[in-house]
């Protein structure tokens, strides 16, 4: 593609993976859109490969630009980084971990300069293991959930969104190719400073809010999952669980419960302060309140524990059952 079209800017927020990292500049610089520019931000890796890897990438290609912070800022801060540090209107936030098409960024781009009223692009994709095999616990397809939030009506694309389970991969709408400005109003630049839990799922939500979003139908992206990135893992110890039929963790529920809680209620802020109509904000928090229940009822779910269910899953553990 010709250098007239407009700059993508990459950012490569990044931290202690120099396998990945190699992959991932492997994908990134052989994007077939030829007006691009990688910021890798380095937050203090301690293995020293890391920043060796990305120095050596910055000496070849003079379209990446490397970072390395003095101390460990943050997820948060380090993304905020590297949308500050692009240059270019369009912006794509990458990772040290996962794969793209070389196509990735050219296809999404030629739908978004279609289509002036979108904010956001991506392409249908797969989930990974991290080796690259393919999940079987995720849905063959996402293209048919992606596409409820391509409808030219904005209030059904946000409704469809937020009816939509948070587990079905709506959040890699994250990874999408933005317009930068909207990463950059208070709302988002917030969010990522003060690392709110499921913030690209409340960053994609408002971008739904402020626009449209396009998406090709191939499959041009692998997302890793399985992997340590900066989720937290819970594990609840109740011996009491082994000798009774029937428990409930009800600590684990009330904690999960009240982090999730200003989650929905930036949802209610973001509704209240949009250029919908009344009657359309009235309806979105309707739905709002309608998947706060059924959350609320799938965490009661998951937290409720049968005996039988208890030595199914420690023989399962046991490698006695398939």
Not at 17 to 22: F, N, Q, S, T, Y
Not at 35 to 60: G, Q
Not at 269 to 297: H, Q
Request: glycine share 4%.
């Amino acid at each position: 593609m010709s250098d007239i079209l407009p700059l993508v800017s990459i950012g490569l927020p990044i931290f202690n993976r120099p396998e990945g990292l190699v992959r991932s500049l492997d994908c990134l610089i052989n994007q077939t859109y030829g007006n691009f520019e990688i910021i890798i931000a380095d937050n203090c890796s301690p293995n020293p490969e890391v920043e060796k890897i990305a120095r050596e990438y910055e000496s070849r290609d003079s379209r990446i630009n490397y970072y390395r912070h003095s101390e460990n800022k943050g997820w948060g801060y380090n993304t905020n980084f590297v949308i500050e540090k692009a240059k270019g209107d369009y912006f794509m936030r990458a990772t040290d971990d996962d794969w793209w098409d070389v196509s990735f960024i050219e296809k999404i781009m030629l739908l978004m300069l279609e289509s002036p009223l979108a904010v956001m692009g991506f392409s249908n994709f797969i989930e990974v293991d991290v080796y690259g095999k393919k999940s079987t616990q995720h849905p063959e397809n996402h293209l048919p959930l992606l596409k409820a939030f391509t409808v030219e009506n904005k209030f059904v694309n946000v409704k469809n969104y937020i009816n939509q389970f948070e587990g079905f991969g709506k959040s890699n709408l994250y990874f999408s190719i933005f317009k930068v400005n909207y990463l950059r109003s208070d709302f988002v630049k917030k969010t990522l400073e003060n690392e709110i839990l499921a913030g690209d799922l409340l960053i994609n939500f408002y971008c739904l809010l402020n626009g449209n979003v396009v998406i090709v139908p191939e499959v041009l992206m692998k997302a890793t999952f399985g992997n340590e990135k900066l989720y937290e893992l819970h594990k609840t110890e109740n011996r009491l669980r082994d000798f009774l039929f029937f428990t409930f963790d009800s600590k684990q529920y009330r904690s999960v419960k009240q982090k999730w809680k200003k989650y929905f209620r930036l949802y209610f802020l973001l509704i209240s302060e949009s250029n919908l109509s009344v009657k359309s904000k009235v309806t979105l928090k309707l739905a709002l309140v309608r998947r706060i229940l059924i959350f609320n009822y799938d965490l009661i779910c998951v937290n409720t524990n049968t005996r039988i269910f208890n030595i199914f899953y420690r023989l399962r553990r046991k490698n006695y059952l398939e």
